[in-house]
């Protein structure tokens, strides 16, 4: 499955809205369960990632309610509400339906405008 | 506290061995899927490989597929990674990543950097 982002990078002004999307080239729904296998991580400059969202939109325990994923099937999108100087970072898309088989986006960065 | 921490990076020359280690806590290792993921320098995500719970089950991405094995010790709660037949190619920071069966990364390793240059 190949995962790709839109933009490869973008700048936003403090306080205002980041939209990161992901397309992925097969659909992540599985209809057992009604689920999308996808996950959301932030990487900044010289750290691991962390992860953010799984599910497609379920919030990591600690992560600010500012991010968001919506999303389903093929097309998804992580959301910065309002933009904070701590997260500037590179976000990277995730799929996780094959098993175990793991594949990402290419990147998305994000910096202050 | 969870805690991932690799070793044995180093600088190899092309055709060369390489073994990494990643020493888990934290949390009950045996029963967490373990894969490590590579990022070349200035560059994306990519996933190398994974190894079930019980070590019963391996997965590799097709551009390590024969040159490196994933092992792991639950015994000592270490995840292991032997690269052979290195390639200047394989330069990357290799993170350890563990996830509940197959779901998302849960907790990172914070790396460690594998060079092969002559």
């Known amino acids: 499955i190949v995962m790709t982002q839109s933009p490869d990078s973008l700048a936003v002004s403090l306080g205002e809205r980041a939209t990161i999307n992901c397309k992925s080239s097969?659909?992540?729904?599985?209809?057992?369960?009604?689920?999308?296998?996808l996950a959301w991580y932030q990487q900044k400059p010289g750290q691991p990632p962390k992860l953010l969202i799984y599910?497609?939109?379920t919030r990591d325990s600690g992560v600010p309610d500012r991010f968001s994923g919506s999303g389903s099937g093929s097309d998804f999108t992580l959301t910065i509400s309002s933009l904070q100087a701590e997260d500037v970072a590179v976000y990277y898309c995730?799929?996780?339906?094959?098993?175990?088989?793991?594949?990402f986006g290419q990147g998305t960065k994000v910096e202050l405008k | 506290e969870v805690q991932l921490l690799e070793s044995g990076g180093d600088l190899v020359q092309p055709g060369g061995s390489l073994r990494l280690s990643c020493a888990a806590s934290?949390?009950?290792?045996?029963?967490?899927?373990m894969s490590w993921v590579r990022q070349a320098p200035g560059k994306g995500l990519e996933w190398v490989s994974t190894?079930?719970?019980?070590?019963?089950?391996?997965f590799y991405a097709e551009s390590v597929e024969g040159r490196f094995t994933i092992s792991r010790d639950n015994s000592k709660n270490t995840l292991y990674l032997q690269m052979n037949s290195l390639r200047v190619e394989d330069t990357a920071v290799y993170y350890c990543?563990?996830?509940?069966?197959?779901?998302?990364?849960?907790?990172w390793g914070q790396g460690t950097l594998v060079t092969v240059s002559s």
């Open positions: 190894i079930s719970g019980s070590g019963g089950n391996t």
């Open positions: 995730q799929q996780y339906y094959t098993n175990f088989r793991r594949t």
């Open positions: 097969q659909s992540l729904l599985y209809s057992s369960n009604n689920n999308n296998y």
């Open positions: 934290g949390f009950t290792f045996s029963t967490y899927a």
């Open positions: 990543a563990n996830s509940y069966s197959s779901s998302w990364y849960e907790f």
């Open positions: 599910w497609a939109s």
